[in-house]
């Protein structure tokens, strides 16, 4: 009986460090459960592209899970855009290096016979964020960041690191430059009606 | 630009990153996070029996070492008391081939132990004592093994005693 008692407590701490184990692995599943989309869109945002933007997901939640700092943050949302922010600034970064074409804003409305043609052909939307993708990244990826689940200034000045007002004077920048080139684009499309 | 081409670009802005990833995202994201913990498991398993295997050859290795014979103690074979004094004498030299050379590097030879100095004494001593005892020592190492005639008388029944007894009782009555 005594030693039934002893190999019980012996037990005991191995039992509770798997017991706080199976609880910290269903807290990060709670996390990825509420939270993935939320990075996908951020990454996306940034990285205009599905497969990179997964990818930079898995990598965000990674590294998340090899640290603890998870485990007592107080605001979801902004920990985890500046996490995957920083990891689709990598991203970006790398893929910069492999040869690619450049993004040009005629380039981008082209893909017909003339810009003012393919803009009275092409997707409205698809024209739109040609033209954010042809943004300076200082600009755009501020304005890219706001289009994502109803970000606030505070929040996206929270993932990249950078004051708030700094943030809302890109946006405005953005937007304003994005205006006049539509303006551009909508003289040619009224000037051939 | 007009007021509705605004509201246009707003709406075209709010669809910029409203895109939804492939189907089963989170489950891709925890099998990728369980794959990492089992790959970290399996890698703190492979130090921990590479710091085992570490840890049994050295301990080999200081066993080895503590057993060869320049270690070993006289304990438990104490001289004799004649040769007691010889103990104390000084260290004999090593011979010439194990003498330490510049750059040698080698395996040094070992002390002569307790006995061997005793006995080195005792030759010192009193050599003729010394060459009787190791003929002596030879003689009975050479000498065949004499067995003596085993005698085994036979075995008497106490059963068949009793009984020739009585017949011989009958036979005087």
Same mark, same amino acid.
């Given at each position: 009986?005594?030693?039934?008692?002893?190999?019980?407590?012996?037990?005991?701490?191995?039992?509770?460090?798997?017991?706080?184990?199976?609880?910290?692995?269903?807290?990060?599943?709670?996390?990825?459960?509420?939270?993935?989309?939320?990075?996908?869109?951020?990454?996306?945002?940034?990285?205009?592209?599905?497969?990179?933007?997964?990818?930079?997901?898995?990598?965000?939640?990674?590294?998340?899970?090899?640290?603890?700092?998870?485990?007592?943050?107080?605001?979801?949302?902004?920990?985890?855009?500046?996490?995957?922010?920083?990891?689709?600034?990598?991203?970006?970064?790398?893929?910069?290096?492999?040869?690619?074409?450049?993004?040009?804003?005629?380039?981008?409305?082209?893909?017909?016979?003339?810009?003012?043609?393919?803009?009275?052909?092409?997707?409205?939307?698809?024209?739109?964020?040609?033209?954010?993708?042809?943004?300076?990244?200082?600009?755009?990826?501020?304005?890219?960041?706001?289009?994502?689940?109803?970000?606030?200034?505070?929040?996206?000045?929270?993932?990249?690191?950078?004051?708030?007002?700094?943030?809302?004077?890109?946006?405005?920048?953005?937007?304003?430059?994005?205006?006049?080139?539509?303006?551009?684009?909508?003289?040619?499309?009224?000037?051939?009606? | 630009?007009?007021?509705?081409?605004?509201?246009?670009?707003?709406?075209?802005?709010?669809?910029?990153?409203?895109?939804?990833?492939?189907?089963?995202?989170?489950?891709?994201?925890?099998?990728?996070?369980?794959?990492?913990?089992?790959?970290? *498991?399996?890698? %703190? #398993?492979?130090? $921990?029996? &590479?710091?085992?295997? @570490?840890?049994? /050859?050295? =301990?080999?290795?200081?066993?080895?070492?503590?057993?060869?014979?320049?270690?070993?103690?006289?304990?438990?074979?104490?001289?004799?008391?004649?040769?007691?004094?010889?103990?104390?004498?000084?260290?004999?030299?090593?011979?010439?081939?194990?003498?330490?050379?510049?750059?040698?590097?080698?395996?040094?030879?070992?002390?002569?132990?307790?006995?061997? *100095?005793?006995? %080195? #004494?005792?030759? $010192?001593? &009193?050599?003729?004592? @010394?060459?009787? /005892?190791? =003929?002596?020592?030879?003689?009975?190492?050479?000498?065949?093994?004499?067995?003596?005639?085993?005698?085994i008388e036979p075995l008497r029944s106490h059963y068949v005693d009793h009984y020739a007894n009585e017949d011989a009782n009958d036979?005087?009555?």
């Amino acid at each position: 009986m005594i030693e039934l008692t002893q190999a019980i407590a012996l037990q005991e701490p191995e039992l509770a460090a798997r017991q706080e184990s199976a609880a910290r692995q269903a807290r990060f599943a709670g996390l990825v459960e509420r939270q993935s989309r939320f990075v996908f869109r951020v990454a996306y945002a940034l990285l205009r592209n599905s497969h990179d933007a997964e990818d930079a997901v898995q990598e965000t939640f990674l590294k998340l899970y090899r640290g603890s700092a998870w485990e007592a943050i107080e605001n979801e949302r902004a920990f985890l855009a500046r996490e995957a922010w920083r990891i689709a600034v990598d991203k970006i970064a790398k893929l910069r290096q492999a040869p690619h074409q450049p993004l040009d804003v005629e380039l981008a409305l082209r893909g017909g016979a003339s810009p003012e043609e393919t803009v009275l052909t092409a997707d409205w939307n698809a024209a739109v964020h040609r033209l954010v993708d042809a943004l300076p990244q200082e600009l755009r990826q501020p304005l890219a960041l706001s289009t994502v689940d109803e970000m606030n200034s505070r929040e996206i000045a929270q993932a990249m690191g950078i004051a708030e007002g700094t943030v809302r004077t890109r946006i405005m920048r953005a937007r304003r430059i994005l205006k006049q080139k539509l303006a551009a684009l909508m003289e040619g499309r009224y000037e051939k009606r | 630009m007009r007021s509705d081409d605004l509201d246009a670009m707003d709406r075209a802005l709010a669809q910029y990153s409203n895109v939804e990833p492939l189907a089963g995202i989170e489950q891709r994201v925890l099998n990728r996070v369980r794959a990492y913990g089992a790959v970290r *498991r399996s890698g %703190l #398993a492979r130090w $921990a029996l &590479a710091v085992a295997f @570490a840890a049994a /050859a050295v =301990l080999t290795t200081t066993a080895v070492l503590s057993h060869h014979p320049s270690a070993k103690s006289g304990a438990g074979s104490q001289p004799a008391a004649a040769s007691q004094a010889a103990l104390a004498a000084p260290k004999p030299a090593a011979p010439a081939e194990f003498t330490k050379r510049p750059g040698h590097y080698g395996r040094r030879p070992a002390p002569l132990s307790r006995e061997e *100095r005793a006995l %080195l #004494a005792l030759v $010192a001593r &009193a050599p003729d004592q @010394a060459r009787d /005892a190791l =003929l002596d020592l030879q003689r009975r190492g050479t000498e065949p093994l004499r067995i003596e005639e085993i005698g085994i008388e036979p075995l008497r029944s106490h059963y068949v005693d009793h009984y020739a007894n009585e017949d011989a009782n009958d036979d005087a009555k």
